[in-house]
């Protein structure tokens, strides 16, 4: 009998323990899902005020620019500057709760990545040699075609290398794509101030930024490269970074050359 009782009671004490846990666990995904709701809710209502301040802010500025007082002109455009940061925010914001909850699927199209990704680091090209940096970029075609979603793609790209930009002091950020067996490896080195050791397993955490007073001394919101990760992954993909101190960084992306992504609703026919 007391054996009996002893299992009984062990079995009482590990449902209720069970039944705890659930609960535990219930109440924090509702939290999360409130949480989330909360982020979508307070994003969604800056972005209209925002894009009716913004957008006749910078019409104004476009025609009457060279006809305003230097002063004026000047906060305008501070205002604008400022004004469209906040946008960035807003939107990395959304596209975290879109990801979050689910509903954000890379939607996979045969891409000239190469083309894709030379295009996009010359974008920055201009901002690099204003900064005395050299760009340069190595992305030769692929001996097969390359699926990726070209907006995610986009986003992924211009993230890396407008850090590589942004914290590189002098030298310059090489940019290069290859083939490396199944994967497409994008590559993003440069010349830059680094990060410390200790600081590279939160680097694609959401909102970490970099400690050092060169990295701090640059804007941002710490979302770039958490936002990056999650596209990467979204392409069954990851992005890792290398770096040392003093000397620079290296980004490496690397995601599955992919298939095209089945249209809308699935296959016509439904496969026996
Ligand atoms: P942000 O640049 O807005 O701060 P990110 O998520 O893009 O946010 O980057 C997070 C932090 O990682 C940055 O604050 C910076 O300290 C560090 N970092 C990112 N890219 C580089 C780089 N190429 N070189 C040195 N530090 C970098």
Same mark, same amino acid.
């Given at each position: 009998?007391?054996?009996?009782?002893?299992?009984?009671?062990?079995?009482?004490?590990?449902?209720?323990?069970?039944?705890?846990?659930?609960?535990?666990?219930?109440?924090?995904?509702?939290?999360?899902?409130?949480?989330?709701?909360?982020?979508?809710?307070?994003?969604?209502?800056?972005?209209?005020?925002?894009?009716?301040?913004?957008?006749?802010?910078?019409?104004?500025?476009?025609?009457?620019?060279?006809?305003?007082?230097?002063?004026?002109?000047?906060?305008?455009?501070?205002?604008?500057?400022?004004?469209?940061?906040?946008?960035?925010?807003?939107? @990395?914001?959304?596209?975290?709760?879109?990801?979050?909850? +689910?509903?954000?699927?890379?939607?996979?199209?045969?891409?000239?990545?190469?083309?894709?990704?030379?295009?996009?680091?010359?974008?920055?090209?201009?901002?690099?040699?204003?900064?005395?940096?050299?760009?340069?970029?190595?992305?030769?075609?692929?001996?097969?075609?390359?699926?990726?979603?070209?907006?995610?793609?986009?986003?992924?790209?211009?993230?890396?290398?407008?850090?590589?930009?942004?914290?590189?002091?002098?030298?310059?950020?090489?940019?290069?794509?290859?083939?490396?067996?199944?994967?497409?490896?994008?590559?993003?080195?440069?010349? +830059?101030?680094?990060?410390?050791?200790?600081?590279?397993?939160?680097?694609?955490?959401?909102?970490?930024?970099?400690?050092?007073?060169?990295?701090?001394?640059?804007?941002?919101?710490?979302?770039?490269?958490?936002?990056?990760?999650?596209?990467?992954?979204?392409? +069954?993909?990851?992005?890792?970074?290398?770096?040392?101190?003093?000397?620079?960084?290296?980004?490496?992306?690397?995601?599955?050359?992919?298939?095209? @992504?089945?249209?809308?609703?699935?296959?016509?026919?439904?496969?026996?």
């Amino acid at each position: 009998h007391e054996l009996l009782a002893g299992q009984f009671t062990a079995a009482v004490r590990n449902a209720r323990a069970y039944a705890e846990e659930r609960a535990r666990a219930e109440a924090l995904a509702e939290l999360d899902r409130a949480k989330t709701a909360f982020f979508a809710n307070v994003s969604h209502e800056l972005r209209t005020p925002l894009t009716l301040l913004l957008g006749p802010l910078s019409d104004t500025l476009a025609a009457a620019g060279t006809a305003l007082p230097d002063d004026v002109r000047g906060s305008l455009t501070l205002a604008l500057r400022n004004g469209q940061r906040l946008q960035r925010l807003v939107n @990395d914001l959304l596209e975290f709760v879109s990801i979050e909850a +689910g509903r954000a699927s890379a939607v996979r199209v045969e891409t000239d990545v190469p083309a894709l990704t030379a295009e996009l680091a010359g974008v920055l090209r201009a901002a690099a040699e204003r900064a005395g940096l050299r760009l340069s970029v190595d992305c030769p075609p692929l001996d097969r075609p390359a699926y990726v979603d070209p907006r995610m793609w986009e986003k992924i790209v211009l993230n890396l290398v407008a850090n590589a930009v942004k914290y590189t002091f002098v030298g310059g950020i090489d940019v290069s794509l290859r083939a490396d067996g199944d994967s497409l490896v994008l590559t993003v080195a440069d010349t +830059g101030v680094g990060i410390p050791r200790a600081e590279l397993p939160l680097l694609f955490e959401r909102f970490h930024r970099g400690s050092g007073t060169a990295a701090r001394s640059r804007e941002g919101t710490g979302l770039g490269l958490a936002l990056a990760r999650e596209l990467v992954t979204l392409h +069954g993909g990851e992005v890792t970074a290398t770096s040392e101190p003093g000397v620079g960084s290296t980004f490496t992306v690397r995601v599955p050359f992919g298939e095209p @992504d089945a249209p809308a609703g699935g296959p016509a026919v439904p496969s026996p």
